[in-house]
């Protein structure tokens, strides 16, 4: 493959989606053909939908799990192989966030799930927009069931990422996501400088 994976991740609120706008237009004006998208959402139609009914956390994360794969087949990888930089708005990582550390589910067989859904496909690197919690529901209040989960599910899900982070420090970048947005996405570009042409 000759292309660039990048995702975003971190809590509700703290700043993703407008990140990877910015960081998709900074691509474009280098140049570089971009394919800007997001999960859940992008692999099947119809998924947040299904996300927003009251479901056990299994049965959550396979609905991830099921967009995560049609996303990794029908838009990630053929970006990829067209040699573009793929920008995405979450991927594997809020899963195991939010699920695992955050839900309880057990890692191992998130994992497992997770190795064939992706086909082994990891981001080259993975910007984690670090907020606290309290920060973090002020921002995102009352937009869904997942903001409703209350702040001691926030806190495990930073931890999970932070985890995360501690244990792949060559592929995240952790982030202080309480600083302005143009200092945020100046620290991002200045860490994707040695991955640029």
């Known amino acids: ?13 703290s700043g993703k989606t407008t990140q990877a706008a910015l960081l998709a237009r900074f691509l474009e004006e280098r140049g570089l053909r971009v394919r800007l998208t997001r999960e859940p959402g992008e692999g099947l139609k119809g998924v947040r939908g299904l996300l927003e009914e009251e479901l056990s956390p299994e049965a959550e994360y396979l609905l991830f799990s099921a967009d995560r794969a049609e ?31 955050g839900r309880g589910l057990p890692l191992p067989w998130l994992q497992e799930v997770a ?26 209040k009352g937009k869904d069931r997942m903001e409703k989960a209350g702040l001691a599910f926030f806190q495990r899900v930073r931890e999970g990422y932070l985890h995360l982070a501690r244990s792949e420090p060559g592929r995240f970048v952790v982030l202080d996501a309480t600083r302005s947005v143009e200092e945020v996405q100046e620290a991002i570009r200045a860490r994707l400088k040695a991955f640029l042409p």
Do not use: N, W
Request: net charge negative; with cysteine.
């Open 1 to 13: 493959m000759e292309g660039l994976f990048l995702t975003l991740e971190g809590l509700d609120g």
């Open 71 to 101: 996303h990794v087949r029908k838009t990630i990888l053929p970006a990829l192989r067209e040699g573009a930089c793929v920008v995405s708005d979450r991927y594997l990582d809020s899963s195991l966030a939010y699920q695992g550390y």
């Open 115 to 140: 190795e064939r859904a992706t086909l082994g496909l990891k981001p080259h690197l993975t910007f984690l927009l670090d907020l606290p919690p309290e920060v973090a529901l002020r921002r995102a």
